[in-house]
């Protein structure tokens, strides 16, 4: 995926924090701890390329906050990584923990490299000398790495092997997101879609909805996308609109969802389910852009593909009710404003995409304790989780009135705070009769 470089990303997350802050009842110490992060490494990874060159590519891994637990946060791979996006990043991770009161703090990193211009051998060796160069800075009980855009659960089996060979043991527990039979969890693979679509139930409840009358919209085919929209759909919601890198497809009487990700999955593009060939008879449907997709007429919009998709020049021409954030980041401070302004309830990327992080929780306890949960109980535990912290949030947000963001950052924050706080600030160490 092609997001773009943006250099105010993180001074954006923080942005929010402070906002966050008026609402959450906690010392300003530990608001000024969590603006900066706790542990910023950046490393160079030499690969021998199939041709016999070399090439160097430069890593990084940002550990925001850890009061809450070890830190936990995907790895990407994207020829936009950049400090910048990696500390935002991280630092999201942080309140995503914390407001679905998982016992962790935030991280993230990244490589920057196009991903698929390597053979599999080339990205092997990669994914290995990384590891390589980070195995003092992470572990399962200081920071535990996931996958995240253009990585998979083969890429965290052979990081999860290589740091086993510097250890000299296996130690599962390090990395999540993992394969299956090398110590995966059940339910991993759809958990963050599955997460959001529980939110979105719980919304349906609030807002009294029948499923068959609401239209969806998802930006972003991928892992994430396909899920929300595959639950979405069995669940007798309308999905009018989808689209991947390439351009998006319209169809108002909604979509055959599972037929639609059969197509593209098996065509790589999107595009190519409604236009001339074979596979397209199927389905008869308008092309439309990215662009159209974010502005059309429907209740429920799904960003789940980039960051800053929804910015001041077009918050003002969204038209759905609700936005669902699957995505990292795709609304801009400017533009939650002018949402807010036009009563769009915006359910946030730290509480919408979060089903991800839990699962990858389980995992790690899974790891950890060597005993291993089924599908049902993993989808039952992460049901209980999003709908109890979706709750939460929804009721901050009603009895402040405030913004659904900045009630999930407030109830983070309050959780943050007070674990901070426990270790005495200087309310605590300047009373002298204590
Ligand atoms: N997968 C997870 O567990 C998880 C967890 C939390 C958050 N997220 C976030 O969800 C988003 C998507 O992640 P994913 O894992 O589904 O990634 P993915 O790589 O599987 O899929 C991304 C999709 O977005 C599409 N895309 C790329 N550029 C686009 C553009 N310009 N316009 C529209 N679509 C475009 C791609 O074609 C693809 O269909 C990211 O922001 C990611 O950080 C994912």
């Known amino acids: 995926m092609n997001a773009p470089t943006q250099p105010s990303v993180f ?93 962790y703090g935030g991280a993230k990193g990244g490589i920057c490299v196009n991903a698929k211009e390597l053979s599999r051998l080339e990205l092997e060796r990669l994914s290995r000398g990384f590891v390589e160069q980070i195995a003092e800075f992470i572990g399962p009980e200081t920071d535990i790495p996931a996958p995240d855009m253009y990585t998979n659960a083969m890429i965290m089996g052979w990081m999860m092997d290589e740091y086993s060979k510097i250890h000299r043991r296996r130690i599962p527990a390090v990395i999540t997101g993992k394969p299956i039979p090398l110590g995966g969890s059940q339910g991993r693979d759809d958990a963050t879609g599955r997460g ?54 319209y169809k108002a009487e909604g979509f055959d969802v599972p037929s639609l990700i059969q197509n593209k999955n098996q065509s790589r593009r999107l595009q190519a389910v409604y236009c001339s060939g074979s596979l397209c008879e199927t389905v ?26 929804i910015t001041a020049k077009n918050a003002d021409a969204i038209r759905a009710n609700v936005i669902v954030e699957v995505a990292n980041g795709p609304i801009t401070c400017e533009a939650d404003e002018i949402l807010h302004d036009k009563e769009i309830l915006v359910v946030p990327d730290i509480l919408a995409n979060a089903g991800g992080v839990t699962v990858s929780y389980f995992e ?20 209980e989780m999003m709908c109890r912290e979706f709750g939460h949030v929804y009721d901050w947000m009603i009895e402040k009135k405030i913004d659904m963001r900045t009630a999930a950052y407030a109830v983070a924050l309050s959780r943050i705070g007070e674990a901070i706080a426990s270790l005495g600030t200087a309310r605590y160490f300047s009373d002298n009769d204590s």
């Open 11 to 103: 001074a954006g997350a923080i942005s929010r924090l402070d906002k966050a802050f008026q609402y959450a009842d906690i010392d300003a110490e530990a608001l000024e701890r969590l603006k900066h992060p706790k542990q910023i490494l950046q490393v160079s990874i030499p690969v021998r390329m199939d041709d016999g060159s070399l090439r160097v590519f430069t890593g990084y891994r940002v550990r925001h906050d850890d009061t809450r637990g070890p830190t936990k946060g995907g790895l990407r791979y994207s020829p936009q990584v950049d400090i910048e996006e990696v500390k935002a990043l991280a630092f999201w991770m942080t309140f995503k923990c914390a407001v679905m009161n998982i016992p």
């Open 284 to 309: 008869r449907a308008k092309s439309i852009t990215n662009e159209e997709l974010l502005k059309l007429d429907v209740d429920i919009l799904v960003p789940a593909a980039l960051e800053n998709v």
């Open 196 to 249: 959001a679509f529980y939110c979105i139930k719980e919304l349906a409840k609030k807002r009294d909805w029948d499923p068959t009358q609401i239209r969806v919209a998802v930006q972003g085919f991928g892992n994430a996308g396909q899920s929300v929209a595959r639950l979405l759909h069995a669940d007798g919601y309308q999905v009018v609109a989808v689209s991947d890198s390439q351009g998006g497809i």
């Open 364 to 383: 790690w306890v899974q790891n950890m304790q060597g005993f291993y949960w089924p599908l049902e109980e993993i989808q039952r535990r992460l049901s």
